[in-house]
């Protein structure tokens, strides 16, 4: 059996999770899968395996301790190669998780994905997030994470109109969230959200990330997401 990280292991932990076996199998197969589809499309710009150990299975696994503890439906916005929604499917298989990928080749890829590890609690939507926000899927999800695909007043608009009253928003970010939180922070009022939490994310060799918690206490206003042909491009006005 090939050794796995213990890097893996210490992460689960913070979260009160053991990985079994298998588990870290179906995290190593699917790092094999990710390096394999990305030579023929752009789903990674890491090149190394043990780089993507850390920065794509690590990083993914630093969520685990602000998801629900209880079974819950979880939103993986922008998923591109499926980080981080894969590696929590296959952590907390009591989850059921949805990963929105409107990129269909990419979507493919995560589908077979998927089928390949035996993911049974996963499923893709081929589907621009504003669409699937104004679908019957609006307001069912507990949690929704993403992953740095855009600033937090558009991440606000797509993700919070996603959750349940009570449900979470979990944004994985950089340092440039010091910049981007006062800008959004009317959108997240008018979207439904509580004031932002940041929780420090500490992972080796890694720039200074945090993952933004914003609590979401009433509904959102059935005008957003708005289309992409609408929103132009221009973020909810402060």
């Not at 796995?4 to 689960?12: D, G, R, T, V, Y």
């Not at 980080?83 to 979507?107: F, N």
């Not at 922070?185 to 994310?201: D, E, F, H, K, T």
């Not at 509904?219 to 402060?238: E, L, N, Q, W």
Request: aromatic share 4%; glycine share 8%; with cysteine.
């Amino acid at each position: 059996m090939p050794d796995h990280p213990p890097l893996w292991n210490e992460l689960a932990a913070r979260a009160g999770l053991t990985l079994s076996d298998a588990q870290l199998g179906q995290l190593s197969t699917y790092l094999d899968l990710l390096f394999t589809a990305n030579q023929r499309m752009n789903l990674t710009r890491i090149s190394d395996r043990a780089s993507a150990e850390v920065q794509h299975i690590g990083d993914a696994l630093t969520v685990l301790p602000w998801l629900p503890k209880q079974p819950h439906r979880l939103a993986d916005v922008g998923s591109g190669g499926g980080v981080p929604g894969i590696p929590l499917a296959i952590c907390r298989p009591d989850a059921t998780v949805v990963l929105i990928e409107s990129t269909r080749k990419k979507a493919v890829f995560l589908r077979e994905t998927a089928v390949a590890i035996g993911l049974t609690n996963l499923t893709v939507l081929d589907q621009r997030v504003e669409d699937v926000g104004q679908s019957p899927a609006r307001e069912t999800f507990d949690a929704a994470v993403v992953r740095a695909v855009a600033t937090m007043d558009w991440l606000a608009e797509w993700c919070l109109p996603l959750l349940k009253i009570g449900g979470k928003m979990l944004a994985m970010k950089g340092q440039k969230i010091a910049e981007e939180l006062p800008a959004a922070a009317m959108a997240i009022r008018r979207l439904g959200g509580s004031p932002a939490v940041i929780r420090p994310v500490e992972l080796p060799g890694s720039e200074h990330r945090v993952i933004v918690e914003i609590v979401k206490h009433q509904r959102s206003d059935a005008m957003f997401p708005r289309s992409a042909t609408v929103a132009k491009g221009r973020p909810i006005p402060s």
